[in-house]
């Protein structure tokens, strides 16, 4: 879904509705990327100065980033457009309807940290974003375009997207996340210094590089400028992905899906790592890290999916625990046994069994093992789910520890696409 109106979302990322801009309609729209040779520490203090921070889950500062691969020498870019999370769907969006702008970002960020070449990774089945992006490619070679970009179609696992899952298998190697440091800043791609960027923060370099900070600044807060992609969907009217500027209420970012198609009795914020939290509390909450802080929420995948009355949160919480640790990248016992072990105490939970109480015990015994003892974040999101899971429907939790169910609804609310077999 796309914003319906450019006055009233202030659309910077997303075209009018319609196939991909060609390059010529692109400059027509943006204008031309400026000349940005002998301009990299500009460049760097002007994304220092726009407040950007990367739009792909951490939300680190962009231009820390740049900087640091910036110091490298001869340094890599890759355009991370690997969107392992089932939840969202707003980078592949982006690079369908928006490849030049992807591309643009990429040129200007090497540009910044003195690259030649960019990578750009996509998701296997993200077959429609990898076919547009490799019509601009080829638009932008027969313009006479001086980059070397190289697409790359890369497994479809959850921690595939990850920085150092990605640089590995750009490698040669499985896409599972790495041991850091050192980080791909400091030796990633053929072992140089390597810019792993989120497509979207790209997209936004691209903006910052022809406008300025200023311009970027007039959207969103003082502490967290700029505009978001999100994904919203659940109970919702029109599920999809808008462009919502940072810092508007999580209840009017929904009322852009025409409303509740029911009454939500809580939100999933942030993805399948993400948390969930009451809607009767979230939906006043400014939808930015300082608005969910305080419901210990984050931005993360920037997805929100709202979970009606009717539906079970204890039933949904139980897939989403046996998809993720389905998802381990099998690398260390807290993720491969822990999370499984959390995934089966909650299903007798979920499933209302003999037992249940006994299961519950189990799980918040186990969960605080495995939190912040694997390899990479995997474990932590997926305890993070859980036990805002615990806390949020804790009277559903009661009554299926009395042995039944609440819910008038079984049929499934958040997606889960089949687990994969492999890495390569």
């Excluded at 992807?102 to 990578?119: E, K, T």
């Excluded at 509740?260 to 809607?279: K, S």
């Excluded at 789910?385 to 008038?408: I, K, M, T």
Aim: charged share 20%; aromatic share 4%.
């Amino acid at each position: 879904m796309q914003p319906r109106s450019r006055a009233r979302t202030h659309l910077r990322l997303l075209p009018p509705a319609g196939e991909p801009p060609s390059l010529a309609a692109h400059v027509a729209r943006y204008g031309r990327l400026p000349s940005l040779r002998g301009e990299s520490a500009a460049l760097i203090s002007a994304v220092e100065a726009s407040g950007l921070r990367g739009r792909g889950g951490a939300g680190f500062p962009t231009h820390l980033k740049l900087r640091a691969v910036a110091a490298g020498r001869a340094p890599i870019v890759v355009a991370n457009g690997v969107e392992g999370e089932p939840a969202s769907h707003k980078d592949s969006l982006l690079m369908r309807v928006n490849p030049h702008l992807v591309l643009d970002g990429a040129a200007a960020a090497a540009a910044a940290v003195g690259a030649r070449r960019i990578m750009v990774a996509v998701g296997r089945t993200a077959t429609s974003a990898q076919a547009s992006l490799a019509g601009a490619i080829a638009e932008r070679a027969r313009a006479g375009g001086r980059e070397q970009i190289d697409l790359f179609s890369v497994p479809d696992r959850f921690v595939a997207g990850e920085e150092t899952a990605l640089v590995q298998w750009l490698n040669g190697g499985p896409a599972k996340p790495t041991f850091t440091p050192p980080r791909p800043s400091e030796r990633g791609v053929r072992g140089r210094p390597t810019l792993v960027q989120n497509v979207e923060t790209l997209a936004n370099i691209a903006l910052v590089a022809r406008n300025g900070a200023g311009w970027f600044r007039e959207l969103g807060s003082q502490a967290e400028p700029g505009s978001l992609l999100v994904t919203l969907g659940g109970a919702v009217a029109r599920p999809g992905i808008t462009e919502l500027e940072t810092g508007i209420l999580l209840g009017a970012a929904l009322e852009r899906c025409d409303g509740f198609t029911e009454t939500p009795q809580a939100l999933l914020v942030g993805g399948y790592f993400g948390t969930w939290v009451r809607a009767s509390t979230a939906l006043d909450a400014p939808l930015s890290e300082a608005g969910l802080r305080p419901l210990g929420a984050s931005l993360g995948a920037r997805s929100i999916a709202a979970l009606p009355h009717t539906s079970c949160g204890v039933v949904e919480s139980a897939r989403l625990a046996f998809y993720l640790a389905g998802e381990s990248a099998g690398q260390c016992g807290p993720c491969v046994f822990g999370l499984r072990a959390i995934a089966d105490a909650l299903a007798v939970i979920a499933n209302c069994e003999a037992g249940s109480a006994d299961a519950l015990t189990r799980l918040r015994r186990i969960a605080p093992q495995v939190t912040g003892r694997g390899a990479c974040a995997h474990p932590n999101g997926a305890t993070r789910l859980v036990a805002s899971a615990l806390a949020v429907f804790s009277d559903e939790v009661a009554h299926h520890l009395a042995g039944h169910c609440s819910a008038r609804s079984f049929e499934t609310v958040l997606p889960i696409p089949a687990t994969g077999t492999e890495w390569r």
